[in-house]
Nanobody, 124 residues
Framework: QVQLEESGGGLVQAGGSLGLSCAASGTFFSIYVMGWYRQTPGKERELVAAIMSGGRTIYGDSVDSVKGRFTISRDFSKNTMYLQMNSLKPEDTAVYYC???????????????WGQGTQVTVSS
């Protein structure tokens, strides 16, 4: 079983910054990819950014204007992922979820896990 513990959400004024972190713990062989998703009421959960095991980063195409404002990073030694969010806008308000796809062994498949979510609220 894998646990994802998120931290760092909160309330910030437009133009401000917040940092999120997600620490993976439990029993697994490796982490294939970790990512941040966000969801607002009535909408589907959407990819914000993800970082692969080799360090390659992906930013969600459906998330407007995230590039240049949000930066995803990962500390592989701590199995922890970060999302630095700058120049926040009210439309960035959402519940942000940590996601991880892990392997449990060299010959096993991949398994997906989600964190409980952390609220980010940007006031205008």
């Amino acid at each position: 079983q894998v646990q994802l513990e998120e931290s760092g959400g909160g309330l910030v004024q437009a133009g401000g910054s917040l940092g999120l972190s997600c620490a993976a713990s439990g029993t697994f062989f490796s982490i294939y990819v970790m990512g941040w998703y966000r969801q607002t009421p009535g909408k589907e959960r959407e990819l914000v950014a993800a970082i692969m095991s080799g360090g390659r980063t992906i930013y969600g195409d459906s998330v407007d204007s995230v590039k240049g404002r949000f930066t995803i990073s990962r500390d592989f030694s701590k199995n922890t992922m970060y999302l630095q969010m700058n120049s926040l806008k009210p439309e960035d308000t959402a519940v942000y979820y940590c996601n991880a796809v892990v392997t449990l062994g060299t010959m096993t498949g991949r398994y997906e896990y989600w964190g409980q979510g952390t609220q980010v609220t940007v006031s205008s």
